[in-house]
């Protein structure tokens, strides 16, 4: 079956890129590049809205998905304009379409699992929800800069600081994911059982189990987020390297902000000004190193 635009649209949040925790090609990038991933990242939004529609049954969720996935294995020109310019930018630029094909095993995965038992089970959604986005990205600026080793472990680098950012974002929409989607992300053998879980969830304050648990699971993030960094720096491009470095800082800072406070009583995200303090920290801390070029 062929979908139409509108056919699709309909089923979207309407959410776009500036809804984000996160920057999604800012001004520190090129002007070309960052019109490019910000249509990687409409493809990404459209296809994590068809998802989480309440609307749609998990049939049709993965039948729209399983037509998005033969469109980009092909390379087929199709009606739907966000999904012709990502094959377009695929096929200028080179680059393999692994990256745009594995957020959707992600999402048909969402379609239907609505429950993650343990943390290795969870980091391996996130290697398919979260790892491709940056993958693109890296892939997109340098490709043709850096050998295959160093690109290996700039991906490595950035797998990690994405699953961060994935599961830092589990946090924050805790509650919302459970009312509105019954989806929970936390997993569930630090808890007795399901109901467990979802008791916990549902109280209007977090539980000292729950707090406990938390934090655990942020310690966890800090050590991502560390060995993340010591792999980032091996980035040489300059633009991408203080863009990356800004999202590394808003990374630690919504770890402080989720230690310090509880997602369940009131949703943790960053102000206007912890962003301008993690842009200044993230290009503060490139400039200061002089392996950039």
């Known amino acids: 079956m062929k979908y139409s635009e509108s056919d699709i649209l309909k089923f979207t949040s309407g959410k776009n890129f500036e809804d984000e925790n996160f920057p999604v090609s800012s001004f520190l990038i090129s002007p070309q590049k960052r019109i490019q991933i910000r249509k990687f990242y409409k493809f990404a939004r459209i296809a994590d809205d068809i998802a989480d529609n309440k609307k749609l049954s998990s049939k049709k969720k993965i039948e729209i998905l399983n037509f998005f996935d033969r ?19 695929f096929i200028a630029q080179n680059l393999s379409l692994e990256n745009a094909r594995k957020l959707l095993i992600a999402f048909k995965l969402d ?9 290795e089970e ?3 959604y996130c290697s398919n929800s979260a790892s491709p986005v940056g ?112 999202i590394l800082y808003i990374a630690k800072k919504l770890t402080e902000l989720l230690k310090k406070n509880d997602p369940l009583e009131k949703k943790v995200k960053l102000s206007y000004i912890d962003l301008i303090f993690c842009y200044f920290k993230g290009i503060i801390k490139v400039l200061k190193n002089n392996k950039s070029f």
Request: hydrophobic share 40%.
């Open 71 to 89: 469109c980009l294995a092909n390379k087929t020109k199709t009606k739907l304009k966000f999904l012709d310019d990502l094959i377009e930018i």
């Open 111 to 119: 379609a239907t699992k609505l429950r993650y038992k343990t943390w």
């Open 122 to 124: 969870l980091i391996d």
């Open 135 to 246: 993958r693109f990205v890296i892939e997109l600026h340098l490709k043709k800069l850096c050998n295959k080793q160093t690109l290996r472990k700039i991906f490595h680098g950035s797998d990690k600081l994405c699953n961060c950012l994935q599961i830092l974002n589990h946090f924050q929409d805790t509650k919302d994911d459970l009312q509105n989607l019954n989806r929970i992300y936390i997993p569930l053998d630090m808890f007795n059982d399901e109901k467990d879980l979802i008791k916990s969830i549902e109280c209007k304050k977090s539980t000292t189990k729950f707090e406990k648990i938390k934090l655990f699971y942020l310690k966890k993030i800090d050590i991502l987020l560390k060995e993340s960094e010591s792999l980032l720096w091996l980035i040489p491009q300059k633009s991408l390297k203080r863009e990356t470095f800004v």
